[in-house]
């Protein structure tokens, strides 16, 4: 069964330190989303690409983080630096097209910042 | 903003009984709902949806879920409760506008199902 496949599954970094997430979706999902999940919360929508444009990266804090989908396939999520409150796991997922089908997520990235 | 409330933090049930774990949504227009089940430093996984059509919908798992609009709930239940079924569990609505498509998730809810 096809996979949303995700690295590193954990990563621990020192804050103000760059880090940086991998994401391969499912093969022919053309919308990928990113989503933060803090301990205890459900995920909040970062950015979602509909091939390799962004369509919603209203809520992606834009001074530290950046994603980028250049060939409409893989996609990476950078924050740039980290601080403390962006310990969190980070979900991606993904769609085979934009309004028909439920999202399939991938197992995560836990992200812990010391 | 479209939303979805589920307001029990925690719900705790004897294996072999039924279940329920509900959830209330908030949206203009028709809603989509779905519900996802997450496990210990695992993704979601997806259980089911509502889009249109007749208001139980069965999913993965041995789970369903009833869709109420006089009462905005979408509880998801399932008749007979497994050790295995303990886990955390989201009720989520998709939120369309123009061509960015989004789900808006509750803050979860705790299934602990004993022996």
């Known amino acids: 069964e096809a996979e949303v496949a995700q690295s590193p599954r954990y990563k621990i970094t020192e804050k103000s330190q760059a880090v940086a997430f991998w994401c391969d979706p499912i093969s022919g999902h053309a919308t990928l989303y990113w989503y933060r999940q803090i301990l205890g919360q459900g995920p909040e929508l970062l950015v979602q690409?509909?091939?390799?444009?962004?369509?919603?990266d209203s809520q992606l804090p834009k001074d530290r983080f950046s994603a980028e989908r250049l060939k409409g396939v893989d996609s990476t999520l950078k924050i740039q630096p980290a601080e403390l409150g962006d310990s969190a796991m980070y979900l991606c997922a993904s769609r085979p097209t934009l309004f028909n089908t439920e999202a399939f997520f991938g197992q995560g990235t836990r992200l812990t910042v010391v | 903003a479209q939303s979805v409330a589920q307001p029990e933090d925690q719900v705790n049930v004897a294996e072999g009984n039924p279940l329920t774990v509900k959830c209330t949504y908030s949206v203009s227009g028709n809603p989509y709902l779905f519900w996802y089940v997450q496990y210990p430093n695992r993704g979601l996984q997806f259980l089911l949806k509502?889009?249109?059509?007749?208001?139980l919908v069965k999913g993965s798992y041995g789970f369903e879920a009833e869709f109420n609009k006089s009462q905005t709930s979408f509880h998801l239940k399932k008749p007979s409760a497994l050790v295995s079924d303990s886990a955390l569990y989201f009720c989520?609505?998709?939120?369309?506008?123009?061509?960015?498509?989004?789900?808006?998730f509750g803050t979860g809810t705790r299934l602990q199902v004993t022996l």
């Open positions: 989520a609505v998709r939120e369309d506008t123009g061509t960015a498509s989004k789900l808006t």
């Open positions: 690409f509909q091939d390799e444009s962004v369509v919603d």
């Open positions: 509502y889009i249109t059509g007749d208001n």
